[in-house]
């Protein structure tokens, strides 16, 4: 009942930026919704980056703090992660993660399929 997709990967040099996009879609309306980034790198488990939750409260891992920024819109179907200041160690695919309840529903959570996200030195 929701789908989410994720956008905004790519190659870039250490010391760069990029901005993710994930995009939740339902033909329900969203009740709530908190969203999260996760990352996973070959050979290692997913990781948490950072959170927000329905009434923007944030959470970031500490290997990402100060240098990225979650956000989310205010119609609860989209959140942005803003990178800067990349390194290498930052590479891996980045998933989004959408959790919350839809009108009359009941409640959900979702998944993209991952974007990649690569830092070169």
């Known amino acids: 009942q929701v789908q989410v997709v994720e956008s905004g990967g790519g190659l870039v040099q250490a010391g760069g930026s990029l901005r993710l996009s994930c995009a939740a879609t339902?033909?329900?309306?969203?009740?709530?919704?908190?969203w999260a980034w996760y990352r996973q790198a070959p050979g290692k488990q997913r990781e948490l980056v950072a959170q927000?939750?329905?009434?923007?409260?944030?959470n970031y891992a500490d290997s990402v703090k100060g240098r990225f920024t979650i956000s989310r819109g205010y119609a609860k179907n989209s959140a942005y992660l803003q990178m800067n200041s990349l390194k290498p160690v930052d590479t891996a695919v980045y998933y989004c993660?959408?959790?919350?309840?839809?009108?009359?529903?009941?409640?959900?959570?979702?998944w993209g399929q991952g974007t990649q996200v690569a830092v070169a030195s």
């Open positions: 993660n959408s959790d919350g309840r839809i009108l009359g529903r009941g409640e959900f959570n979702a």
């Open positions: 339902s033909q329900f309306v969203f009740d709530t919704n908190a």
């Open positions: 927000i939750s329905d009434g923007y409260n944030t």
